[in-house]
């Protein structure tokens, strides 16, 4: 899923620049210093899982019936475009170039997709943020990389939705057990609930 995400991105940049497949490429940063690579470089710096999505329901009920999933782990993926060209100036060009680009076009979905690049049906949609790197943390990033600086763009890819297994089809919970000996059996899912509520309302 990730490479799908960065392979389409990569598609993308390279389409609206006019460039050929052989001026983009998808490596980590050491290979612009080891392997001297010309054009445009994009890496995965690394992924973080999206906070306000971790508590999603582990159930949902369509047409009366109930339905368990693991639910989705939604992610966001931290990039970084360099700029590597013979001429210091077409760097910083296409640099230019690739930022307005993103400025313009925020996110991508199936509904905004253009002709000849179909959105990959399995993303569900991304929307590109840039990011702002301070000088001590982009040091750092250059430092392990091998310590030449290059022109860059650094952006937040989310919401990459990493789907679980298939929903399970079960029974909806109508009973709770109390102190292991106690139950209480409910006629259904909606006075089950009045009576939590109640109960936890009068403390009990």
Do not use: C
Not at 126 to 150: A, K, P, R
Request: hydrophobic share 40%; charged share 20%; glycine share 4%.
């Amino acid at each position: 899923m990730i490479q799908i995400a960065m392979e389409y991105l990569s598609a993308e940049v390279r389409h609206e620049l006019g460039l050929n497949e052989e001026d983009i490429s998808i490596e980590a940063l050491q290979s612009l210093q080891e392997n001297d690579i010309q054009g445009i470089n994009i890496t995965l710096l690394y992924v973080e899982q999206e906070n306000t999505l971790k508590n999603l329901p582990h159930s949902r009920v369509l047409n009366d019936r109930v339905f368990y999933q693991v639910p989705p782990f939604s992610i966001n993926l931290q990039l970084v475009l360099s700029f590597h060209f013979e001429q210091y100036v077409t760097s910083i060009q296409y640099l230019s170039e690739t930022a307005n680009f993103f400025h313009k076009k925020r996110w991508f979905s199936a509904e905004n997709q253009r002709a000849g690049q179909p959105f990959p049906s399995a993303l569900g949609r991304l929307v590109v943020d840039f990011q702002n790197i301070g000088l001590e943390q982009l040091n750092h990033i250059w430092s392990i990389s091998g310590g030449v600086h290059h022109p860059a763009l650094f952006y937040k890819v989310r919401l990459l939705r990493l789907e679980q297994d298939e929903a399970i089809e079960g029974p909806a919970i109508e009973s709770v057990e109390i102190n292991d000996e106690k139950q209480v059996i409910f006629s259904g899912s909606e006075e089950m609930k009045k009576y939590l509520k109640d109960n936890q309302e009068n403390g009990t």
